[in-house]
């Protein structure tokens, strides 16, 4: 009885940090998409500005392909709807992996695209860039994300 | 049509450019939460556009429309406003007039500005993921643009509360009062009380201008405030 008892307390004891450390993932991943969507927006402004600062562009197109190359690692196992924590990540996600994998992976190389494109002075390429990112970003979005 | 004594004569009270912009309103409100509900973001845009051209026109029309159209002619104080309120209340004679009561008035001077509200905000607003965006978004930061579309849901309710008291407002003068609003809405046409005039009319260029006037000021906004 007693090394039941012990067993149960054991187990609660472990499964507490687990859970906070599962909760901390979330966490992380909800803010760094919200940083994701703030770079995008900061891109797109400064693209439709006059005269963009290349700097600016430069920077947050940077900021957008870093991110894109991430993503998967912003899923780890667990962190789903199964986690009890508040997440709009489907479970989806984690029963089709590769699918899951290969739209990132198409992001990420039109990330690189634009990354590349904001070094140089062509605003239409880059606006044009911009929205095939954004339609990268919303293929996913689609599939593996509950709607608000 | 008999036009005997017993039948009062048959007046225009809505000129078309005023029934235009309500009809528009009522097939674009509902298109524009249908849009945003499906995620039909081209065309949610390009409907409050069209929203905002119409709003746009209605506020010049209301100052150099016809007469059952202009603010000064129905927008009446608080006063009237609860005279006509206790007329009802205490079922008494309405005084005889047509257009907008002085209730009505209000109602839609509250309906206006809900929806000139809401287009602002929308044209401010954008999405979690900076992917979807009015088209002034590019004006403020990142959360400002989220308050603007967490605003732009909270208006929504509140619009669609007025648009509730409005057609609660216009059944009751339909089924309680015997009073039909629907068909003058509808045909321009309605019944004048005796002794009444009929609404003075505005001429046809102005409401062409004021129809000009509005679709560039829309069309500049939707451009993101730029000319090329």
Known sequence: ?148 | MRAGPDRPPRRLIWDLPTRIVHWALVLLVPFSWWTAENDMMDRHRLSGYFILGLLVFRLLWGVVGGESARFAGFVRGPRAAWRFVRALATRAALPASVGHNPLGGWSVLAMLAALIGQVSLGLFAIDGDGLESGPLSHYVGYDTARLAAAAHEIVFYILIGLIALHLLAVGWHQFALRHNLIGPMITGRGDAPAGVAAPIQAPAWRAAAALVASAALAWFVANGLRLI
């Not at chain 1, 687990?18 to 901390?24: I, N, P, Q, R, S």
């Not at chain 1, 989806?92 to 990132?104: L, Q």
């Open chain 1, 1 to 148: 009885m007693r090394a039941i008892h012990l067993l149960g307390f054991l187990l609660l004891a472990g499964a507490a940090p687990l859970a906070a450390a599962v909760a901390d993932q979330i966490k992380a991943r909800q803010a760094n998409f919200k940083q994701l969507g703030r770079d995008y927006k900061a891109l797109g402004d400064e693209i439709k500005r006059g005269s963009p600062n290349p700097g600016i562009v430069k920077a947050r197109a940077a900021a957008v392909a870093a991110a894109a190359s991430r993503i998967p690692r912003w899923f780890p196992p667990g962190s789903g709807p199964e986690a009890g924590v508040k997440t709009a990540a489907k479970a989806e996600i984690w029963r089709r992996v590769p699918d899951f994998k290969a739209k990132a992976a198409g992001l990420r190389a039109e990330a690189g695209k634009m990354a590349r494109l904001a070094g140089g002075g062509d605003r239409d390429a880059m606006a044009a860039q911009l929205k095939a990112v954004g339609a990268r970003c919303k293929a996913c979005h689609t599939d593996y994300r509950e709607e608000d």
